[in-house]
């Protein structure tokens, strides 16, 4: 089945402990994306990338790494969570970044940093 | 600035009734612009992708359509159900200097009530 999968789904954490949030596709998509989704801001893109070894800022950054090594897998870190990255986060693929690139998005993952 | 509205932010109707939610984007040099669906807690679903050159797209009771030069597009139901009850989002790819960037809509609330 294709799809964009992440994990964990749910994560309880406290500030300054590093996590990773793991996501992959299995559609061979060159381009992926995270996003996070905050009530009140809707959804708001925090990196990109269109292939292999590229990575892109979108509206949100900080605080947040993203590499992006391998075609299926593009992990988001964050170094040091604080409370105000408590969100949920979701991460999506698409075959590449044309006028043809509909997105298709993972389950989500539920983050709460204490 | 690439701006996404999507009025309105809620949406009641009583079940049977067609319906259409609404999405206005800065700037009509679009790449394309998707729809989706979310489900309480849940990722986004696919809907329906629409390319700059199209003025419609299709899928069963969903119709969606294009107009690049008003900038906006619109999301028609037919025939409402309890289960199409759902956030509706839509989101707009500009490409050029913004390739790879996805701005999102904050969505409208859609509840069918038998």
């Known amino acids: 089945e294709a799809q964009v999968t992440q994990n964990p789904r749910y994560l309880i954490t406290v500030t300054g402990k590093k996590l990773t949030v793991t996501c992959s596709q299995n559609m061979n998509h060159e381009y992926m994306s995270w996003y996070r989704q905050d009530p009140g801001l809707g959804l708001r893109q925090i990196y990109y990338s269109m292939n292999v070894e590229v990575t892109d800022k979108g509206d949100v950054p900080e605080g947040y790494k993203v590499s992006r090594k391998e075609k299926r897998n593009f992990p988001l870190i964050l170094e040091s969570p604080s409370p105000n990255q408590t969100s949920l986060y979701f991460c999506?693929?698409?075959?590449?970044?044309?006028?043809?690139?509909?997105?298709?998005f993972g389950p989500g993952t539920r983050l709460t940093v204490l | 600035k690439q701006e996404v509205t999507q009025i309105p932010a809620a949406l009641s109707v009583p079940e049977g009734e067609n319906l259409v939610l609404n999405c206005s984007f800065t700037?009509?040099?679009?790449?394309?612009l998707q729809w989706f669906r979310q489900d309480p807690g849940k990722g986004l679903t696919s809907l329906l992708l629409i390319q700059s050159s199209q003025r419609e797209q299709t899928s069963g009771r969903l119709n969606a359509s294009l107009d690049k030069s008003s900038g906006r597009s619109t999301l028609y139901i037919a025939a409402s159900q309890p289960g199409d009850s759902a956030t509706y989002l839509c989101?707009?790819?500009?490409?050029?200097?913004?390739?790879?960037?996805?701005?999102f809509g904050r969505g409208t609330q859609l509840t069918v009530w038998p």
């Open positions: 999506a693929s698409a075959l590449g970044s044309g006028i043809n690139n509909e997105q298709f």
């Open positions: 700037d009509s040099a679009i790449y394309n």
């Open positions: 989101a707009v790819y500009w490409g050029g200097s913004t390739l790879g960037r996805l701005y």
